[in-house]
């Protein structure tokens, strides 16, 4: 796990939208798995301005996005769907039969998992998969309490991570779950990006680096993978033991 502690939250958002336009420079057909979250919003920006400046292509690249809401339709305005459209996919040119969305109102959420991970393997595993983390330590959907050898599929939300999305969903109730690409079905990307800003996110980046791997911090995890980078802004960082600013 490399951990690259920047100047300041811009600077992480610049430079996780610059491995991402690397690895799309490198490989113009690469398959990236994509994130959602207030965290990711300033990396999505900088992907634009880079595009609007000719610096990354995404007419040929794959996107499969990390998790979704049970039960909304991908017009809900609260739907990862939703957020992805606004954020990126009506802003850069994208060739719509290579956008991956898990569909939240599946009549058989069994099935669309299913039919997602087969389409993961369809377009050759994922290549770079960006994640953010939360305050209890999830990636995707997968609360503490996940185990490593989970897949996607529908999974409980945690009571805080419901506390924490209540916002975009009031006055209705936030959904009490979603379906979520599994642990295992995330350490088979070949390189993962996981991104975190301010300070709220310091004791989960803590237990990530330095705390146990197991369940009760699902993004310990990603210590057994071979290629896992961590950008994270001073505040992130704060709970790190000897944390230095790389830059
Ligand atoms: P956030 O979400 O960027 O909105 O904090 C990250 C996450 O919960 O994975």
Known sequence: MR???????AAVARR???????????????VLGLATGGTMRPVYDELVALQRRGEVDFTRATTLNLDEYAGLAADHPASFAAYMRAALFSRVPVDPARIHLMRGDAPDPQAEARRYEAAITAA??????????????????NEPGTEASTRTRLAPLAAATQQVNAPAFHPQPVPERALTMGIATILEARRCLLVATGADKAPAVAR???????????????????????????A?????AAAAPSG
């Open 3 to 9: 951990i690259e502690v920047l100047a300041d939250p």
């Open 16 to 30: 996780a939208a610059g491995v991402v336009a690397d690895v799309l420079r490198a490989t113009p057909d690469a």
């Open 124 to 141: 050759g595993g994922i290549g770079l998969q960006l994640l953010g983390i939360g305050r209890n330590g999830h990636i995707a959907f």
């Open 208 to 234: 990530m680096v330095q705390g146990p791997v197991g369940p009760d911090c699902p993004a310990s995890f990603l210590r057994g993978h071979p290629d896992v980078t961590v950008l994270l802004d001073p």
């Open 236 to 240: 992130a960082a704060r709970d790190l």
